[in-house]
């Protein structure tokens, strides 16, 4: 670990930015320059950040500028129509109901039967010669996890049995706080495959360039991603496991 000797909060005027940051003294070999800015710079709301070029620009934002609340909300689907919310403690009790009120509401709201937007993915290999893999060994534990997962998604219809000549291995790998998740290994399968998917996608400095000025970001984790696209019949048998 790191160790640190100290630290001080001291003036630091870096472009056009006058600022009070904190620092942390350590040994002269735990870094290669005489000062390293980091986090917390970036984290002042006086300070407005864009990229041009090559070059990071600092401009200075007046607390009027500053937007006064900014919404971080961070939802979780526990079970069907049940819902957890963490919106923080800077948000008004009228907000946090209205906030509240609108996931509710998108929660609750009417699914189709079949998805609207129909798609289907191929799956094209260099060669028709199958692969197969023995089932791996797990622990206790392991298996109970694999169980409940196999249980899980053939009860949601995203897999079923299968008897195809393919066969890719599973792993159990940690999660946070304990837990374990099933993944499936594919590697055979894309050292075999003929032609990869190509997205083409604007470049990461447009997309840092077009943050400028703005004060308020969403993200959101589509659940289970890979769920939501439905294999191609004659591409099935290629993604069997073990």
């Known amino acids: 670990p ?17 600022l009070t940051l904190n620092f942390l003294v350590v040994p002269d070999y735990a870094i290669l320059h005489h000062c390293l800015v980091g986090r917390n710079l970036f984290q002042s709301n ?18 009027s500028e500053f937007c ?23 948000l008004t009790m009228d ?9 509710n509401n998108y929660l609750e709201s009417p699914r189709p039967i079949e998805p609207e937007t129909k798609y289907e993915i191929s799956i094209a290999l260099k060669t028709k010669n199958p692969f197969y893999f023995q ?21 949601e219809k995203v897999i079923r049995p299968s ?4 066969c890719s291995p599973i792993l159990v790998v940690p999660k946070k706080h304990a837990e374990f998740r099933m993944v499936i290994d594919y590697r055979s399968l894309n050292k075999q495959l003929l032609i990869n998917d190509r997205f083409p996608i604007a470049l990461v400095q447009d997309h840092l360039d ?21 294999i191609d019949e004659n591409s099935s048998k290629y993604t069997s496991f073990v």
Do not use: M, W
């Not at 900014?70 to 689907?77: G, R």
């Not at 008897?163 to 393919?166: I, T």
């Open 2 to 18: 790191l160790t640190i000797l100290g630290q001080f909060s001291d003036l630091v005027k870096i472009q056009n930015c006058d």
């Open 46 to 63: 006086s300070v407005g950040v864009s990229i041009e070029g090559d070059k990071i620009i600092l401009s200075p934002i007046s607390p």
């Open 68 to 90: 006064q609340e900014l919404l971080n909300i961070d939802a979780e689907v526990l079970e069907p129509n049940k819902l957890s919310l963490d919106l923080g403690e800077s």
């Open 95 to 103: 907000v946090s109901n209205r906030v509240y009120e609108l996931v």
């Open 135 to 155: 089932p791996r060994r797990l622990s206790v534990k392991e298996n109970e996890v694999v169980r409940e997962t196999i249980k899980k998604l053939l009860a």
């Open 163 to 166: 008897k195809s000549e393919y």
């Open 210 to 230: 077009s943050l400028r000025d703005k004060r308020v970001f969403t993200t959101l984790d589509l659940k289970n991603g890979y769920y939501h696209v439905s």
